[in-house]
């Protein structure tokens, strides 16, 4: 079973953003699986995270795109919140590279329930307004 699965409630409603979100799952998903079990290779684990960090620095600068563009009312907020997010991976992706041993539980649980998260309220809030905008 996947570490975690796209479910429709997490859905905001503009195709591009549920499709990077589906993509964030994925990448986190080959994390996960690169990260748990005896054949953990430091260089296998660093090409996924490498990939997950990549992926998530695209899709938020999508969304901030789309906050720009539609003079999103929470668009600061929002961005504090994506780094936020940033800044707490970097420091647990820092920590795996400076001492090596396992990429942490804690790492990923923090990602994913930062994740499941912002998506189901602040993107979801963000959705609203862009459907509203007649984005969709």
Known sequence: MAFVQWDERMSV????????HRELLELMNSLHE???GDACQPDAVQKAADQFSEYTRYHFSTEEQFMDSTSYPEFDEHMEQHMECSMKAADFFGDYLAGGGEVG???LEYLK??????????DRKLGLHLRNQGLE
């Open 13 to 20: 409603g503009v195709e591009t953003i549920d499709q990077q």
């Open 34 to 36: 690169t990260c748990s």
């Open 105 to 107: 539980r804690d790492m």
């Open 113 to 122: 329930q930062w994740l499941i998260n912002h998506i189901l309220k602040t």
